[in-house]
């Protein structure tokens, strides 16, 4: 199981945001890169970075960014935030990106994504965000009618390495990861699901252990980790299995 800390890069720094809104932008450092060592060096194995700017724009835009984050990391690092063409995909993978995510391209061209899995086996990871369950793209700003399972269901077989599913309406507010729709889209395909949105507390890290989530790849942690709601290591410890948690943080969850 893996907890995927996250850089969301805006501008060049590293923000977060609350229900996707870049207007609610809070900067919590403004070198990335040296964000992205520090989380190396608390102990994560892995490292989820989405260029918001790319995502509304279409096309990469923290690309200095990236790069930086690239050369201070020796943890694989997956990016999300407007590649939407196999080319774009192929300069990524090419300057030592672990995988990709495509979010919008999934909903709108899900052939380039077959096809990105062809080219690149392994590399390839799919966005899905979701509000009330129904697909969002654009950097969230638009809306589909397309639901969030059918959407995952289209990619059986195709060779995705994972799918991310974001609930919006918990991102960046602290409320707890949606585990119901998490697990559902879980058990609806055999793709690994990365759980993301809402991570907020120790008892989301308990919950990734339970039995029924350990279909799960991991889950992404954000603003938990910057407010120090989390503790890193303490955290994946519990995922190690090497420490058991205060039995309140067990009926925390009941």
Known sequence: MILFPA???????????????MSSATVYNDDP????????????????VVDLNGAFAGGSVNGVAVEAILGATKNPVQLGGGIRSLAHIE????KGLARVILGTVAVKNPDLVREAC????GRIAVGIDARGGKVAVEGWAE??????????RKFEGAGVAAIVYTDIDRDGVLAGINWEATIEMAEAVSIPVIASGGLASLADIVRMTMPDAKRLEGAIAGRALYDGRIDPAEALAILRGDYKPAPALFEELQ
Do not use: M, N, Y
């Open 91 to 94: 300069t990524w993978l090419a």
């Open 143 to 152: 809306a589909s009618t397309l639901g969030a399972v059918d959407l995952a």
């Open 7 to 21: 850089i969301d890069l805006k501008d060049g720094q590293c923000v977060r945001l609350k229900l996707g809104e």
């Open 118 to 121: 062809r080219l690149f086996p």
């Open 33 to 48: 890169a040296a964000q992205a060592k520090a989380f190396e060096d608390q102990g994560f194995e892995w490292l989820h």
